[in-house]
């Protein structure tokens, strides 16, 4: 395989690098892209030293699939290019995934979809994915048909400078310092920002309307409704999301922890935390219980690192399907 | 007016001193009681120096109010010798909150309820507090039947010690030390901990279900049904709440807003955070807008500090409505 990376230096794009060494996929070249300030850089993979070329160059003859970890307006420009070129493109941004031809998918959850692609095939939003690994399992034992969710998302969801944001503020205020946000709106040091995205005309943000736009192409589901909640928390790279769903029937709740245990991508533990489940692959389920609200509600807690997970991870696992070539539905 | 307060040196008893002065309550005398540990110990209270006596000497004799910071167990022991020696004993425990005759008090919400007493009041939670002020400006439009809650709770729920811990957590991660949980059950610095208490039956946990039987008596709807999730999350001082509540009859969105802002004790802003809205006593209500899953529902964002409005000052509003002896119902 052939596979180029474009936004390499990102907090994303490097995370791709480490976890296609991690997966041992069977890369032939791996090319590294990223803007001009960029070229020249050079980064180690599979012990091999490899150089930063110029995305702007637009050369990507001869690849087989490009990970794209680049803002959405970016993508949009280039995307062509990389479909031209023969190249699958994998895009972690929000460019595609509503287009009606761009695969959007979890591969956990639609693995099939993958195979339905004309060039390009979509990451969902990081807490959607992570959401909808958790939901594929209680999906399975009845169709859900709501979901009310409040989520708890990392300074990692803005990049490397996220981070750099709240670990700076934490150090200034150790201080004594005054602390301006740049990033993010507010003061995220110590704080919750319940702001995430532009706002839509309806009052909710364009990172809240994401779990139900997108989670209904990945559940097949057009009727799914989400109300949704995004905060964002001082918590460094993981995802928390608090949700309640309603399914179609009543199903016993011991059936759908059963069913959660067999579901690919997930860990059952009673209380998962952001901090414990960073630096690998899973999605953790915790707190699940019977609503006390509605009669075919189920709630739980669930948690992922959202650069994994949410983002690298899920793109390379998009290869691997395609690369397997079964398709399970 | 002559007022005690017992569990002077904890977090709660020194913000009721700082309450106290701040809202001029026409006070004769002030004593402070604690543990014998702290005896001798003094505090300044309106420019006088207030000596800490020992609260197992039992000698209420003379106050018109105690105002209760302590622990349930130790509140238990307490409440009857404070009653029988002829004081109100305005608690902020949950030892009495679901006695029969014991009310429990929002002042903004329920003061009637004030005057119900047979020598004991309760403070409510203190995210139930949060949440309830803001509720009540919905349930005036229509009756509330059904909240979903998901929470955001400061560290000063767990006293100071819980302040200590999460500053000493930080401090010693920029050391790079190892950070040994003692208050919380998980490091919570950079961390998000989906347990607040123990757990009931129903997966639920005591903190949890607070919502829901705290709620019914202080919105007077038994009926009333809450589904929380209560999660610590790395914040000094103030509780926020994500909250979609449905009412029994469809009302406007701006008929709630006007709602809101014409209710005692909240303040409507869009995205009001635990940071900013830290050392005052209003509710912050932002983000809201109608629901997407439920005809009926309203979904809102809440925040308040959790030590005053939370607790001290909630406590304080009740000696107030008792003084002012105006019964609004």
Redesign the interface.
Known sequence: MKIGILGCTGAVGQQMMRVLEERKLDIEELRLFASERSVGKTFEFNGKIIEVENMTNKNFDGLDYVLGALEADLSKEIAQVVVDAGAVYIDNSSAFRMNENVPLVVPEVNPEDCFKHSGIIANPNCSTIISMVAMNGINKCSKIE???A?T?QAVSGAGVKGMQELNAQ??AL?QGQVVLPEVF???IA??????IGSYDK???TSEEMKM?NEGRKILHNDKL???C?C?R????RSH?I?I?CITEEKVELEQIKKSLQETKGIVLE???????VSNQDLVYV?????????EN?I?L?CVGDQIRKGAATNAIQIIEVLESGIQTD
Chains 1, 2 share one sequence.
């Open positions: 709501k979901i009310i409040s708890y934490i150090r150790a709106t507010k003061q110590y704080n919750c920002i319940p702001q309806n009052g909710y139900q409704l989400v109300n909640t905060v928390v001082p918590v460094i928390s608090s309640t009673n209380e998962p935390t952001p901090l414990e915790g707190r699940l219980r019977n609503d006390l609200v509605f509600g709630s807690w």
